[in-house]
């Protein structure tokens, strides 16, 4: 069962946490605060992409999986006004994260009670900007958000000049991670996809982000990564192609959730 618990080290803070996992990180004083590496990677890419776009233009963002609502309230302070909805089934948590982490007043965030996969094949083509994937059961990737099916439905949403980013995790020889990955790459003109260089390396169970649209700010990711307070890798085009080996997508027939890391069990 998720639970919103404080900080052990921020009074101000909270956490969600599904056992010994922990899943958001919230600070509600101070939205921008962000204590995930990985989170960290996710807000760089939005700033490089849809939120440097000119202020008066409208944005709408889908955020499957909701956890603390850490993302939504970063856009929330970054970008007010922006149109966000929130797919997340617990909604159990939702209630304990709004009595506990109120949102803003007049946010635009909306969360709906349903799993990704029906939430986002229930949206309209061409409605979002970008779509964030990040939903975990317990530690691991729900297999239904793993497959080229669903990329496929991602894609489908995005409006042009739009783009998907998504969080998995998995620990070498990367079996899982490779097909996913490769389910991305098959839905979307170009990817890319960041990670620790000790992950890359195979030496220890780490975040993967990847980012599947067009037009990618390569260069501007880049120089984020070499301001992170831990080394960072990016991959794409051939070098991507090459790291993934002929990988084969996951599809609805033969999906597997992702790997748990050792200590979550």
């Known amino acids: 069962m998720n ?16 056992g010994k996992t922990e899943q958001s990180w919230v600070d509600p ?37 909701g956890g603390g609502l850490t993302l939504p309230r970063f856009v929330d302070a970054r970008r007010p006004r922006t149109a966000q909805v929130v797919l997340e089934p617990d909604a159990e948590l939702t209630a304990a994260v709004r009595e506990k982490l109120p949102l803003p007043r007049n946010s635009g965030i909306k969360v709906r009670p349903v799993d990704g996969r029906t939430g986002v094949a229930a949206l309209p083509s061409g409605c979002a900007d970008t779509v964030i994937i990040d939903a975990f059961a317990g530690a691991s990737v729900p297999p239904e958000l793993a497959t080229v099916e669903f990329f496929t439905e991602v894609a489908r949403t995005l409006r042009p000049g739009g783009q998907a980013v998504m969080n998995l995790t998995d620990s070498a020889p990367f079996g899982w991670a490779k097909r996913c990955l ?56 051939r070098d991507l192609s090459r790291w993934l080996a002929g990988a084969a997508p996951f ?4 999906a597997e959730g992702s790997p748990s890391p050792a200590w979550s069990r």
């Open 3 to 18: 639970r919103v618990v404080p900080a052990p080290d921020d009074r101000r803070a909270f956490m969600v946490m599904h």
């Open 29 to 65: 004083t101070d939205p921008l605060r962000l204590e995930f590496e990985y989170v960290q990677r996710i807000a760089e890419v939005l700033e490089e992409t849809i939120l440097a776009r000119p202020p008066a233009e409208r944005l709408r963002i889908i955020h499957v999986g």
């Open 182 to 237: 490769a389910g991305i790459v098959a839905s979307f003109p170009e990817v890319a996809v960041s990670a620790e260089v000790p992950v890359w390396k195979g030496r220890r169970f780490g975040n993967f982000v990847a980012v599947g649209g067009t037009d990618l700010p390569l260069q501007a990711l880049e120089r984020r990564l070499q301001r992170a307070g831990f080394p960072y890798r990016l991959l794409a085009g």
């Open 251 to 254: 599809t609805d027939e033969d």
